[in-house]
């Protein structure tokens, strides 16, 4: 998530010297609110939230991760989901 060509994640940051100095200046007040925007998407449009699990799933596939591993990473960032 935080490799994507998003104002405030790393993506950007990797993206950003390469751009020209009129639109890192355009995109800079954005920045603050890039990660809060991209989690706002993803929890509250079904859609989007499909979208973007079924890219990642395919990048898996692509890499040959097994479907174990990832079922294993999704329980282990969702340890909190028992509390409720």
Same mark, same amino acid.
């Given at each position: 998530?935080?490799?994507?060509?998003?104002?405030?994640?790393?993506?950007?940051?990797?993206?950003?010297?390469?751009?020209?100095?009129?639109?890192?200046? +355009?995109?800079?007040?954005?920045?603050?609110?890039?990660?809060?925007?991209?989690?706002?998407?993803?929890?509250? =449009?079904? +859609?989007?939230?499909?979208?973007?699990? =079924?890219?990642?799933?395919?990048?898996?596939?692509?890499?040959?991760?097994?479907? +174990?591993?990832? =079922?294993?990473?999704?329980?282990?960032?969702?340890?909190?989901?028992?509390?409720?």
């Amino acid at each position: 998530l935080n490799l994507l060509p998003v104002p405030g994640l790393d993506g950007y940051g990797a993206l950003e010297p390469h751009l020209s100095p009129a639109t890192r200046r +355009a995109v800079a007040p954005f920045q603050q609110w890039g990660l809060l925007v991209l989690m706002m998407l993803l929890l509250a =449009s079904p +859609a989007v939230n499909h979208t973007f699990f =079924s890219l990642v799933l395919w990048f898996f596939d692509l890499f040959d991760v097994p479907r +174990a591993l990832v =079922s294993w990473g999704l329980s282990l960032t969702q340890f909190w989901s028992s509390w409720f």
